[in-house]
């Protein structure tokens, strides 16, 4: 059995809305080892984005831990979580959310400005990145000159840039065609066949979560499997 | 519908949501205030000092000269001379007596209040009928000063603005001592900028002898300048300058008031340039909010026409306000200000008030309207030319 | 620094608004430039003022003649090493507008007063044999295009001659320079004997003296000691230094610094606004950008940072234009206007001023948007996109 790459352990998170109190996750565990790809679905209000987002080191659980590649994120100040983040996750999500105002070489570029590496190694790996996701070719354009499916790819390869060991998709398919989501689904699949990356996928589609290695189904806050791919 | 209720409704629809863009509304109207504020409050400097010199000079009263002086202190005028002016034709006669005031003034320093430094006023030294030729003279305050002593009546704005000018207090200049007797006051002109004593004793403690400075007289008739210019001119005793108080108070005034306007003109006209940037930038950026909106009205067939013109409204509205604004500030924070500053022709203090005359905020509205149509009228254009199928799709 | 390419791009998103924002940092940087320029006109060229030279005016006001034989008695004054005189003649060239002061002095021991003053060798003994000769200062001779050689008629306005007239005529021998940029040389001097002999009235009487304090000596004791010398003379003296001197002349116009100030508060007060106004719209367009950028592992600090050097990028863009194009004019306005604002100068304190300002307002107008930006949490502006 290959290691545990991320832990959560009787985690809770809830929310103050006005005088109401949400709990949004409730006495969750889950474990994902490394080389998972693992897809989670449920409704909307389930709370599987929240689930992500404590993956990420976006959030912090209302009470139990959150260890990812042996540090526990939910002990750590907000810079620690930001230094964290840029050296072992790649976020991915459905709106791209790719800056505008820069090339897709430099929107890939964007993580490695965190590092200590010249100028001159950040371009190469930005390459190297978009190589991966083959668009090489369109290192110069910018994301209006791209297309939807094109522009997620451009996300993806920002996503590992840095190399992280672990991918968290919010619904990276959501805004895109059958084909062209099957090909990000592709593209998905190599990386974490290929090149080992342990991915954690959102989605509401059903079709999507079959590429993944297992599905669990999220609802009220709390997961339950559901059978393999 | 018609062009022009198509305009007046995408007008109303335009400005009732107004607040939506209250951000960069707000920057334009500040901006076009600021304008305004400042090309009213300079300007309303040169307005009140030219106020405060002209409304000395009187159209009936001559002031004679010696020729080329360009003001009373550069000139020089012998006691003969002055007998010969009170005989002259067209000076009015008061029973047998001219009404006459021949005059010198040497300027002193007196400290200043509000900088705390020495300041040069001039202290004239004046005769019986200084106060007949003058129209609008009055003693204020304690007495008038007793020929042959060493006695002061001051102006108004002078005790003001001057320390030390208190009527019964003594003030001392170079070797004599001088004591204030009274005040008097001047509808607010150059005269009450002034200390003035005998003309006898001011000669005599400045070692004048018999000599004057200028010569001033009430004329019979508003026709009599020429006659008495005549008379004197062609005397060979005597080579003179004649003219209205009024004229020589202009150009008294000139030299100031020209410097003023030099400073003020151009800066009014650089910080309009800077305030079309911020009401450009403003409404480019109320025509993208508006941009749906936009869209929507014109694919309902409202004519490219009347959103241009209701760009235009906007923009020339808020400048409005933003005009209004800024003369208002300027009327209530300026007008009416004391302060007093060197004229450099009479090398003397003259204390005057801000005057923010209508003619000057009318003057301001017109910059902020200038301001307005040219800040609106890109950026309308561009309003009007959207592209409406694109807008739409961006919904 | 590796961020510059990011701030430079988003400085840059909407380019119109941009550029129009710049401009309105352009035009306030060139107004505070010439109003700078202008206040120190205004300062009566103190700055310049020697330390060691006090001016001697008659007490009750500088209009009034100082005696000649006061000359030798200050110059044995203890603490005196050198004294010379000058007078305020008052004409103008041509027109009433033309006026600039011309003084008629004792050339070599004004000279040697005021050593700041450069003059060919050749030009100023030229000048000194000529008992009509004058010298101007290069300002004036830009101003008006003169050259040496030429004949320059002035009118006197106070000083009528002996023989009736009042036009002097003085033929030009010499041109002189400053070497220090912030004085003005806008100034014509002719020789005292021809000015004595050819006047009408007031012989042996000057307007004031300048003095040299010797090395060592106390100018405020020596100022003292020579008003005693003539208290309670029919003119008393008045000695003060020069900066002193030229201060309260100055304030007589009136508090311009103060004017100068409120006048620029407002146009900046009106800058911050538009600029305040852009940063924020600026921020608030792109919210799930920066969102993205914190995702990435960007701290909230690096993302204030980045907001207001995007803020102050554009002030300096906009403030250098300004201040440059305010130098320019003001030193064309020094060399073809010196009969009009004399001494117009850019100071380096002033300049240093304005870069102060275009950092200060750079951090004013960004700072509300960037603490936004620090402050906004990743995952409320990734759900509202």
Redesign the interface.
Known sequence: MSNILARLEQVNRTYQKGKETVEVLHKLDLEIPEGDFVAIMGPSGSGKTTLLNLLGGLDKPTAGTVTVGGAELSSMSNSQLSNWRSNHVGFIFQFYNLLPVLTAHRNVELPLLLTSFSSKERAKRASIALDIVGLADRAKHYPRELSGGQEQRVAIARAIVSDPSLLLCDEPTGDLDRDTADEILRLLQVLNKDHGKTIVMVTHDAQAAEFAKRILHCDKGTLEAMEAA | MRGLQQVLAVTSLNLRNLPQRI??S??AV??VA?VV??FAA?LSMAKGFERTMISAGSDDTAIIMRS????E??S?ISNEQVLIVADAPGVLKDGDDSVISAELY????VR?R??N????VPFRGIQRGAFDVRNNVSLIEGRMFEEGKNEIVVGRSAQQEFLGLETGSTIR???SEWTIVGAFEAEGSVSESELWTDVRVLQGA??RGNSFQSVRVRLQSENSLETLAAALENDPRFDPDVMTEKEYYSGQAE?MTRFIK??GYP?TI??A???V??A???M??SVSVRGKEIATLRALGFGPMSVLISTMVESTLLAFVGGALGGAVAFLVFNGFQ????NGAS?S?VVFDFAVTADLLVDGLYVALIIGAFGGLFPAIRAARLPVAQALREL | MKYFRLIWKNAWRKK??TS??I??VF??F??FA??SG?GYAFKGGVDVADADRLIIIH??????MLPISYENRVASTDGVESVTHATWF?G?YQD??NQFPQFPVVPQSYFDMYPEFDIPDGQFEAFKRNRTGAVVGQELADTYGWKVGDRIPI?A??W?RADGG?TWEFELEGIFSSDDPRGSTALLLFQYDYFEEARA?AKGTVGWYILRVEKGADPVQVAKAVDALFE?S?A?TKTSTEAAFA??FM?????IALIVTL?LG??F???L??SG??M??SVRERISELAVLKTLGFTDRSVLGIVLSESILIMLMGGLLGLGLGWVIIQGAAQNMAG?LPGIFLSPGAIAAAFAMMIGAGILAGIFPALKAMRLSIIDALARA
């Open positions: 951000g960069s707000v920057v500040v901006g600021a504020l400042v300079v080329g002086s360009t003001s202190l550069n020089g040497v300027v002193v320093d200043k509000t900088s430094t020495d300041a040069n200049f170079g070797q400045y070692r030299p030099t400073i800066l650089l910080m340039i800077g305030a940037f911020g450009l930038n403003s480019y950026s302060v007093s500053t060197l090398f203090q | 119109i608004r129009l924002t401009l309105s035009v306030a060139l107004l010439l109003l202008i007490k009750v006001s500088l209009i009034n008052g103008y009433t507008r009118q306005t106070i009528s009042r009235f309670n029919p008393e201060q309260s304030k007589q116009y009136g508090n006048i407002a146009v007060f009106t800058l606004l538009v106004n852009t924020s719209q009009f």
